[in-house]
């Protein structure tokens, strides 16, 4: 019998001991914002600070200090807001880290009104963003998208939002972004880059019409100089500046064959740029280099909001396509 209440004694003293522990010393996971992604989330800006003449870095908020938004490395948010009495919904790629608790941040490329001829009302949401003041909200909604990274080299990718994801496994990553297509790129670099334990090689080619429009620059030249053998960075420009490093002009079959990883089932391929880009001078020269069609993927998220509304007006419907939209490119893409 006293043996018995000796063991009673100890068993409770045990579980005491073990619940301390796990109260105490356990490590919590962290809250998540985007807990459904058919529910909008309303977060306030807490500050929006000029990158360049027309580029924005916007912080938001998230429902406490300790909550991460618990977006999926390569998954996007949509921003939805009422404007001139219309309801638009954007595609963005947050450049913050999911790790990053209480905030979460966005680089817009702002599209003002009267400055491109083709587009004179200019980007609804991005000057809607640009009208933000400090404490307004605006509505988050995810996560959402059909790639996701898994870490080590293995991507989950579907082909719709109805297919089953298919796993594909790479040593070597290719990226080739234009414009603001470099958000997520960006996301991807980062998470491999953060991971000493993946050895994922990441090869960026840059696209942009001048040099003042390369997005993040100084953020992904201080990856490549933290990580000169993981992290291979290269750009070209339409107008290059005199004495100008790198490559000048659209991307080519050279630029592809030098600053991409070579053809093979180890290599994959992300794209993410404007349409032309993709059609006209990506996927041409990455066949005439070699690269299957298996080992591309088009997609990612656009910050800029005007071509979203010329799809818009001319309600073109992009789902039934059931094919990989590119929400950079806004045109399918076959995996």
Not at 76 to 90: D, F, K, P
Not at 161 to 176: N, V, Y
Not at 251 to 267: A, C, K, N, Q, Y
Request: one cysteine or more; hydrophobic letters at 40%; glycine letters at 8%.
């Amino acid at each position: 019998m006293l043996s018995y209440i000796i063991g009673l004694i100890r068993g409770g003293f045990d579980g005491i001991i073990n619940l301390i522990f796990r109260l105490f010393f356990s490590k919590r996971r962290p809250a998540i914002t985007l807990q459904d992604p058919n529910i909008k989330y309303a977060l306030r800006l807490l500050d929006k600070q000029i990158v360049s003449h027309d580029t924005r870095k916007f912080r938001f908020a998230l429902p406490s200090p300790e909550h991460v938004l618990g977006l999926p490395i390569g998954q996007h948010i949509y921003l939805t807001a009422r404007i001139s009495g219309n309801l638009v919904v954007r595609p963005y790629t947050p450049v913050s880290s999911d790790d990053d608790k209480g905030f979460v941040d966005l680089v817009v490329k702002v599209y003002f009104k009267d400055v491109h001829p083709k587009f004179p009302e200019g980007g609804k949401m991005s000057q809607y963003l640009e009208s933000l003041k400090i404490g307004d909200f605006i509505d988050f909604r995810g996560p959402s998208g059909l790639l996701v990274y898994k870490g080590k080299g293995v991507f989950a990718i579907q082909e719709d939002k109805k297919s089953p994801a298919e796993t594909k496994t790479a040593k070597h990553l290719g990226m080739i972004a234009g414009g603001t297509g470099i958000t997520p790129m960006l996301q991807i670099v980062t998470a491999i880059m953060k991971d000493p334990k993946d050895q994922t090689v990441c090869h960026l080619l840059f696209a942009n019409q001048s040099e003042k429009d390369i997005l993040l620059r100084e953020e992904l030249e201080e990856i490549q100089v933290r990580h000169p053998d993981r992290f291979k960075l290269w750009f070209t420009l339409d107008r290059a500046p005199e004495g100008w490093e790198y490559s000048q002009g659209f991307i080519s079959e050279d630029m592809v064959r030098d600053h991409l990883p070579p053809p093979g089932d180890d290599t994959l391929i992300l794209m993410c740029g404007p349409p032309p880009m993709i059609q006209f001078a990506c996927n041409p020269n990455l066949d005439k280099v070699g690269h299957a069609a298996s080992r591309r993927w088009c997609g990612g998220v656009h910050s800029s909001d005007q071509m979203w509304d010329v799809v818009a007006r001319l309600k073109v419907k992009l789902e039934p396509l059931r094919l990989a939209v590119c929400h950079e490119c806004l045109i399918p893409a076959r995996l």
